[in-house]
């Protein structure tokens, strides 16, 4: 069985600039997670789905940062103006209840 | 709040000595909370290391235990003889119940000298 994967791996931008992360979850899964983990410190949660359907975004940062799911499988995570503060890693989790299965994360760096 | 908080790392042991790290949870919105111990190898992505669901339960896993105590609120993490393969970063997790939102704690960096 495939585990979760994300893309990219890393990225390095300059402050102001756009990124978007890729995450493909195992199949099956009805709930999606995306993590904010800052160096030195446990995975933040900033949204979850259950299929297509937003749940909890109340760690997500409306005003930069967007999540969609559209057909409940493929998740997009976007920044639309990164921040130093952005600089994290960016986990992607997947599961059905009780145990989140983790990609291996994007660690973006913003200059 | 709902948190968690663990040893405060590095923590470095030898190989074959005993191991504890601590974690207390904080569950103040959570009826019924989940408890876990996840970890990440090196160069490998974060999974789940053992969990329990009920208080006074004790979960264990690849020589790992933890005893979900629900008077202390505590969730500590125990190894009796650790060996250089442990050597990796731990997080206590606090979730709701299913385990649908989970809080993570800070990590513990363990490094076990051969």
């Known amino acids: 069985e495939a585990g979760v994967t994300q893309s990219p791996r890393y990225a390095v931008l300059q402050e102001g600039q756009a990124v978007s992360f890729w995450c493909d979850p195992i199949?099956?899964?009805?709930?999606l997670y995306w993590y904010q983990q800052p160096r030195d410190q446990g995975p933040q949660l900033l949204v979850y789905?259950?299929?297509?359907?937003?749940?909890?975004n109340s760690q997500l940062p409306s005003d930069r940062f967007s999540a969609v799911r559209p057909k409940g499988t493929n998740s997009t995570l976007k920044i639309q103006s990164a921040k130093q503060g952005d600089t994290a890693t960016y986990l992607c989790?997947?599961?059905?209840?009780?145990?989140?299965?983790f990609g291996p994360g994007t660690r973006l760096t913003v200059l | 709040g709902d948190s968690v908080t663990q040893t405060e790392g590095p923590v470095t042991v030898s190989e074959s000595e005993s191991l504890i790290i601590n974690c207390t949870y904080s569950?103040?919105?959570?009826?019924?909370?989940?408890l876990f111990w996840y970890v990440r190898y090196p160069g490998e992505g974060l999974q789940l290391l053992l969990k329990?669901?009920?208080?006074?339960q004790k979960g264990s896993s690849r020589g790992f235990e933890a005893t979900y105590n629900k008077e202390t609120t505590s969730f500590h993490l125990q190894k009796a003889s650790v060996q250089e393969s442990d050597s990796a970063v731990y997080y206590c997790?606090?979730?709701?119940?299913?385990?649908?939102?989970?809080?993570f704690g800070k990590g513990t960096h363990l490094h076990v000298l051969p």
């Open positions: 997790a606090l979730g709701d119940t299913n385990a649908y939102k989970v809080i």
């Open positions: 789905f259950r299929d297509e359907a937003v749940i909890d």
């Open positions: 199949s099956g899964h009805d709930t």
């Open positions: 329990v669901i009920t208080a006074g």
């Open positions: 989790a997947s599961g059905t209840g009780y145990e989140q299965y």
């Open positions: 569950a103040t919105s959570i009826a019924y909370p989940n």
